[in-house]
């Protein structure tokens, strides 16, 4: 069976999904996007509305406005403040008096979520979900220090980041510059593929999961695990798991994923920080995951024309919906991305036409599909 008529035949069961379940949820993550956005600095880590991003957990200084918590403590933490409020707790600014640092606590009421059984279960999940990413050693991923529970409140307390998110790049106004966005998500891309080879997969890889400071030159993704610690959740209410728009194909049909979803992800990502809009788009949560699973993703030079066809090609292989063709790890997708962008620092001057055919050459062999290429999946 060829691969894309295994999702074809998904296409009705998803979209009956979505009539039945999403459809309120998705429309409800609309309208309150326009009233979420001046808060995107506060926002709990984990969101999966498209609007909210995830990571104000993590983001800012130890100072700032204060929302008085309401807790002083949690666990050997000292709570300093209220950073946000999510769909299953708090996020704060903590303070681990052992060694002295800020940290950012998330917490989830699981006991509010679940009982019996389920219960049970999700507690066992949130501790293996926390324990997994907590082994994740790598500049460029949040570092999770402690996992616990108290009052039936379940936390993580991780790395406390400064900078922001990239919710705002991938506003049309505020593009980030094309080499800056490829050598930042080169380092997504690298840091994905570490956690790949833990058999760790993110799951929810979009902006809103990227955090930046460019007075430090840092890069941090966050929220490993816990897309898969709300899986249970989210599913008896009903409820998409991810962030729709950056799903792939393979996980908007509900099938086994792995590392090269969150590559999909990531692609989703790539042309929206270089365009300022989404490859798919539609006025119904049922019509987007029909485009996701059907439609092949517009050329990324419909928009910007100007854009290199070396980089078109990258970002097209990153979306192809046919997983074995699609990227297979996240170090080839960064080499890609560094190459490009070195070939665009080196000829800033030049026309994308000229540039790409007269110094492309050797990339855009790399870009052809075939069983030999370490990008293939056929093997896999």
């Known amino acids: 069976m060829r691969p894309e008529w295994g999702l074809a035949i998904w296409v009705p069961l998803v979209v009956a999904v979505a009539g039945a379940f999403g459809l309120g949820w998705w429309f409800g993550s ?48 000292r709570i300093e403040r209220q950073l946000g409020r999510g769909s299953m707790g708090a996020v704060y600014l903590g303070h681990d008096p052992q060694i002295g640092r800020a940290v950012a606590i998330k917490t989830m009421a699981l006991s509010r979520e679940f009982e019996g059984s389920e219960l049970a279960d999700a507690r066992a999940r949130f501790f293996r979900e926390a324990e997994m990413a907590g082994r994740l050693h790598h500049p460029d991923i949040v570092t999770i220090f402690d996992a616990g529970e108290e009052d039936g409140l379940a936390y993580i307390a991780m790395e406390f980041v400064t900078g922001h998110d990239l919710v705002s790049h991938t506003l049309p106004n505020q593009l980030l510059p094309v080499p800056q966005v490829l050598r930042t998500l080169a380092r997504v ?100 995951m029909s485009q996701i699973v059907n439609d092949a993703a517009p050329d990324v030079r419909t928009l910007r024309p100007e854009l290199p066809e070396a980089l078109a090609n990258v970002v097209a292989l990153a979306l192809e919906k046919r997983v074995e063709v699609r990227y297979a790890d996240g170090g080839q997708l960064a080499q890609d991305l560094l190459q490009v962008a070195a070939m665009i620092d080196a000829e800033p001057a030049l026309p994308a036409a000229t540039s790409v055919g007269a110094k492309s050459a050797t990339f855009e062999a790399t870009t052809r599909f075939s069983p030999g290429d370490p990008r293939h999946n056929a093997g896999h």
């Not at 599913?235 to 979803?261: I, K, N, W």
């Open 189 to 288: 891309a690298q840091a994905l593929a570490h956690a790949h080879t833990q058999g760790v997969i993110h799951r929810d890889v979009k902006p809103a999961n990227v955090m930046i400071d460019p007075a430090e030159g840092t890069v941090k993704v966050t929220d490993f695990g816990i897309a898969r610690i709300t899986d249970a959740c989210r599913t008896r209410t009903g409820m998409v798991l991810g962030t729709p728009s950056f799903m792939s194909p393979e996980q908007m049909a509900g099938r086994r994923v792995d590392g090269r979803t969150d590559l999909y992800s990531l692609g989703v990502m790539l042309f929206q920080l270089l365009t300022g809009a989404l490859p798919h788009r539609a006025e119904s949560m049922a019509a987007l």
């Open 30 to 77: 609309r309208r309150r996007s326009a009233s979420d956005a001046p808060d995107r600095a506060a926002r709990a880590l984990g969101s999966t509305s498209d609007a909210a991003p995830g990571n104000a957990a993590v983001v800012g200084s130890p100072q700032g406005p204060s929302v008085r918590p309401e807790r002083a403590t949690l666990g050997r933490y």
